[in-house]
């Protein structure tokens, strides 16, 4: 039996993750086990679920999430590759539920797989997003090749200077990422200080970070959504470094055209 059977809007959900798991593995944004995928499911957790014991002994997050207690999460295994949780998303995933004490999780579905190394940093923005009040349930961290290539740059590590430059290569990437990406400085994985930074990030209004020399963070309102902002974020990286590898410097949209886009599709300017 899994969590999933007679569960449809649960089993959506979850099939979502595996879509999306499974463009991240075939664009090359996931190599071996690289990447994280974190769902707040609670909305879809019934009083079957909340009774179900749990296969796992309580384990510590690392720190205390207030606002995370009685949630229900979905979380990539730890070592387990994208390319595998697309094809089977409870054998390389499992549902974890955040105890009362706001320390701890325990397993509860499908298996006993162990969630990412990064959970608590996972963790710890979403227990940031519903203190703020926001919609978002989804977070994803991957490798996107050319934002990652384009971060080894100090100048484009700036405020927004990278931002500008992406907006500018095609007019749907202001359309759909209107938040532009934010920038963290390189720090070691999976550490408290990058939750942090990336916390800040967020909360200076993008839903996309950048962490230097290493990935991208993304939080959305579902998987799918996530997915699309960094999409789009990396289609104009590529056609920037298209345009480079031809020999010239792309001139990209004008300040003048980016403000009436921005005017008559009502976006952020």
Same mark, same amino acid.
């Given at each position: 039996?899994? +969590?999933?059977?007679?569960?449809?809007?649960?089993?959506?959900?979850?099939?979502? +993750?595996?879509?999306?798991?499974?463009?991240?593995?075939?664009?090359?944004?996931?190599?071996?086990?690289?990447?994280?995928?974190?769902?707040? +499911? !609670?909305?879809?957790?019934?009083?079957?679920?909340?009774?179900?014991?749990?296969?796992?002994?309580?384990?510590?997050?690392?720190?205390?999430?207030?606002?995370?207690?009685?949630?229900?999460?979905?979380?990539?295994?730890?070592?387990?590759?994208?390319?595998?949780?697309?094809?089977?998303?409870?054998?390389?995933?499992?549902?974890?539920?955040?105890?009362?004490?706001?320390?701890?999780?325990?397993?509860?579905?499908?298996?006993?797989?162990?969630?990412?190394?990064?959970?608590?940093?996972?963790?710890?923005?979403?227990?940031?997003?519903?203190?703020?009040?926001?919609?978002?349930?989804?977070?994803?961290? !991957?490798?996107?090749?050319?934002?990652?290539?384009?971060?080894?740059?100090?100048?484009?590590?700036?405020?927004?200077?990278?931002?500008?430059?992406?907006?500018?290569?095609?007019?749907?990437?202001?359309?759909?990422?209107?938040?532009?990406?934010?920038?963290?400085?390189?720090?070691?994985?999976?550490?408290?200080?990058?939750?942090?930074?990336?916390?800040?990030?967020?909360?200076?209004?993008?839903?996309?970070?950048?962490?230097?020399?290493?990935?991208?963070?993304?939080?959305?309102?579902?998987?799918?959504?996530?997915?699309?902002?960094?999409?789009?974020?990396?289609?104009?990286?590529? +056609?920037?470094?298209?345009?480079?590898?031809?020999?010239?410097?792309?001139?990209?949209?004008?300040?003048?055209?980016?403000?009436?886009?921005?005017?008559?599709?009502?976006?952020?300017?």
């Amino acid at each position: 039996m899994s +969590i999933l059977d007679n569960r449809p809007a649960l089993a959506r959900e979850v099939g979502q +993750i595996a879509e999306a798991a499974g463009y991240l593995w075939q664009k090359g944004w996931a190599e071996r086990n690289g990447g994280n995928i974190t769902v707040n +499911i !609670t909305e879809h957790v019934d009083d079957e679920i909340r009774r179900m014991p749990a296969i796992s002994e309580p384990v510590a997050i690392g720190c205390t999430l207030p606002n995370l207690k009685g949630c229900y999460f979905y979380c990539k295994g730890t070592q387990k590759r994208m390319r595998d949780l697309a094809r089977r998303p409870m054998q390389n995933g499992s549902v974890i539920r955040i105890l009362d004490d706001c320390a701890h999780y325990e397993i509860i579905a499908d298996e006993p797989v162990m969630p990412t190394s990064e959970l608590p940093s996972h963790l710890s923005v979403h227990n940031y997003l519903i203190g703020k009040g926001s919609t978002y349930k989804a977070s994803v961290h !991957t490798h996107p090749i050319e934002l990652v290539a384009m971060s080894h740059n100090p100048e484009y590590l700036k405020k927004d200077v990278l931002s500008k430059l992406l907006w500018s290569m095609i007019p749907e990437t202001k359309a759909f990422a209107p938040r532009g990406l934010g920038m963290v400085p390189y720090m070691l994985p999976s550490s408290n200080e990058l939750a942090e930074e990336t916390i800040k990030a967020i909360d200076d209004n993008y839903d996309v970070v950048m962490w230097e020399k290493h990935g991208v963070f993304a939080v959305e309102n579902d998987v799918m959504s996530a997915f699309d902002q960094i999409d789009v974020l990396n289609k104009s990286a590529n +056609i920037y470094m298209c345009a480079r590898s031809m020999g010239f410097v792309p001139d990209g949209m004008s300040d003048e055209q980016m403000t009436t886009l921005s005017t008559v599709f009502n976006l952020p300017k």
